[in-house]
């Protein structure tokens, strides 16, 4: 099979034998991609620095018949982001943007959309600063895997939510009316749901002077993360890190 190219941000690596990595890549021309970088861990020629989590890569790799997993021959890196400094708040953070893509994005299934997405939050992500970039990517990754609701009305009544209050279900899609909601339900206020608009009308390069502390559209964060999990059978580890976190 011929070598194949593509731009990659990494996302995970895991050992493999002794001088081996496993290595998931999130690359633009076919998606997910898992392969082996053989001696990895002694051949700084071949991968150097790229295999550390969401490096912006140029990856080079070869798929076998009847192989799952493909034979990665080099990483270019494109971009680091060890080329800021790697606070605690950008390491979960940096971490949680993998955790996402590498749970929600089905194999050898390209989405460049998605991978447009993931390279202009990175960019907005260059120091300790995350709560923007992460709302940011939450909401729009939600939208782009197909689960994330209306957001303008009930789902049990169908009335309008606009200028009224909200409150979401860890166990139930969509948002209701105070009328039709759920025992043990939270609150989504309206500033979060305007927020969540504008999101969705500008890039994210657009909010960066904007201050953002953490209880800022903390529950707008909350009720997607709700959304991914459910839909993904289990729980989302940085996400917990990022809610206990005092940063």
């Known amino acids: 099979m011929p070598l194949k190219e593509s731009e990659a941000v990494v996302l995970r690596t895991y050992p493999l034998r002794e001088a081996d990595l496993l290595v998931t890549l999130f690359t633009r021309t076919e998606g997910k991609v898992r392969g082996v970088a053989r001696a990895a861990k002694k051949s700084q020629r071949r991968f150097g620095g790229a295999l550390e989590p969401l490096t912006y890569v140029r990856a080079f790799y070869e798929d076998h018949e009847r192989q799952e997993l493909s034979r990665l021959d080099a990483l270019e890196v494109l971009e680091s982001p060890l080329a800021s400094e790697v606070s605690y708040p950008r390491a979960v953070a940096l971490a949680h943007v993998a955790e996402l893509l590498d749970e929600l994005l089905p194999d050898r299934e390209s989405n460049d959309a998605i991978f447009r997405l993931t390279l202009s939050v990175l960019h907005a992500m260059p120091g300790p600063e995350v709560w923007m970039p992460i709302t940011y990517f939450e909401l729009w990754l939600t939208r782009l895997v197909g689960f994330l609701p209306e957001l303008t009305e009930c789902i049990v009544c169908g009335r309008s939510l606009n200028g009224s209050r909200a409150y979401f279900h860890a166990l139930a899609d969509g948002l209701t009316c105070v009328n039709d909601k759920r025992l043990?339900?939270?609150?989504?206020?309206?500033?979060?749901?305007?927020?969540?608009?504008?999101?969705?009308?500008?890039?994210?390069?657009?909010?960066?002077?904007?201050?953002?502390?953490?209880?800022?559209?903390?529950?707008?964060?909350?009720?997607?993360?709700?959304?991914?999990?459910?839909?993904?059978?289990?729980?989302?580890?940085?996400?917990?890190?990022?809610?206990?976190?005092?940063f």
Not at 194 to 205: K, T
Not at 211 to 236: M, N
Not at 240 to 245: E, S
């Open 184 to 246: 043990a339900s939270s609150e989504i206020s309206s500033e979060s749901r305007m927020l969540a608009a504008r999101m969705f009308r500008a890039p994210v390069e657009s909010f960066t002077g904007e201050a953002w502390p953490k209880a800022r559209a903390a529950d707008l964060r909350k009720f997607l993360v709700q959304i991914l999990q459910r839909h993904i059978e289990k729980k989302i580890v940085t996400a917990g890190m990022l809610v206990k976190g005092s």
